[in-house]
């Protein structure tokens, strides 16, 4: 073999193990990739059950209950909803009518079992995620001076309230 055809068998080598590296990592990070959704997402596309991703909204009014440790609430974006259970302590900030995004597990009767729950941490804070699919969806503006301020969906517009 020739001194050329050597450097071909190396370089070629050397490929295929770089290759076989980034194809490793891939599937090593998509047990771990994490995607973020909207109620009305979750409903549209048909998310599989025991399906792993972020739900991001604003915690509906009037929907949050307490039976022990588990609270369940349900998370809005003004066009669809989805109930969600947590077991554990929610952040100090998390109340109704505030942003959230919960990561978990989507059940087969399409609630939601989260594992962890994020509140936003003042008035001016809201995920780019959450803020940009609330915007998209017609339900989100900026309040005064900046500071985000949920809009009132159509329903609520319309009844005068």
Same mark, same amino acid.
């Not at 071909?8 to 050397?14: C, E, H, R, Y």
């Not at 290759?19 to 009305?40: E, H, K, M």
């Not at 998370?75 to 919960?102: M, W």
């Given at each position: 073999?020739?001194?050329?055809?050597?450097?071909?068998?190396?370089?070629? /080598?050397? !490929?295929?193990?770089?290759? !076989?590296?980034?194809?490793?990592?891939?599937?090593?990070?998509?047990?771990?990739? #994490?995607?973020?959704?909207?109620?009305?997402?979750?409903?549209?596309?048909?998310?599989?059950?025991?399906?792993?991703?972020?739900?991001?909204?604003? #915690?509906?009014?009037?929907?949050?209950?307490?039976?022990?440790? #588990?609270?369940?609430?349900?998370?809005?974006?003004?066009?669809?909803?989805?109930?969600?259970?947590?077991?554990?302590?929610?952040?100090?900030?998390? @109340?109704?009518?505030?942003?959230?995004?919960?990561?978990?597990?989507?059940? /087969?009767?399409?609630?939601?079992?989260?594992?962890?729950? !994020?509140?936003?941490?003042?008035?001016?804070?809201?995920?780019?995620?959450?803020?940009?699919?609330?915007?998209?969806?017609?339900?989100?503006?900026?309040?005064?001076?900046?500071?985000?301020?949920? /809009? @009132?969906?159509? /329903?609520?517009?319309?009844?005068?309230?």
């Amino acid at each position: 073999m020739t001194r050329k055809g050597r450097r071909l068998v190396l370089i070629a /080598a050397g !490929l295929g193990v770089l290759a !076989l590296a980034a194809g490793l990592i891939l599937s090593a990070l998509n047990d771990t990739i #994490v995607f973020f959704r909207t109620p009305t997402e979750v409903a549209q596309q048909q998310v599989a059950p025991g399906s792993r991703l972020r739900l991001g909204g604003l #915690v509906e009014t009037g929907s949050v209950t307490k039976a022990g440790t #588990v609270t369940t609430f349900t998370v809005t974006d003004g066009n669809g909803t989805v109930k969600v259970a947590y077991s554990g302590i929610l952040p100090d900030l998390f @109340r109704e009518g505030q942003g959230v995004v919960a990561e978990g597990v989507l059940e /087969a009767d399409g609630s939601f079992r989260a594992d962890s729950v !994020l509140a936003k941490h003042d008035e001016k804070y809201m995920p780019r995620e959450v803020a940009d699919a609330l915007k998209k969806q017609g339900v989100w503006k900026e309040g005064e001076n900046g500071a985000p301020a949920p /809009a @009132r969906p159509a /329903a609520a517009a319309n009844t005068g309230s």
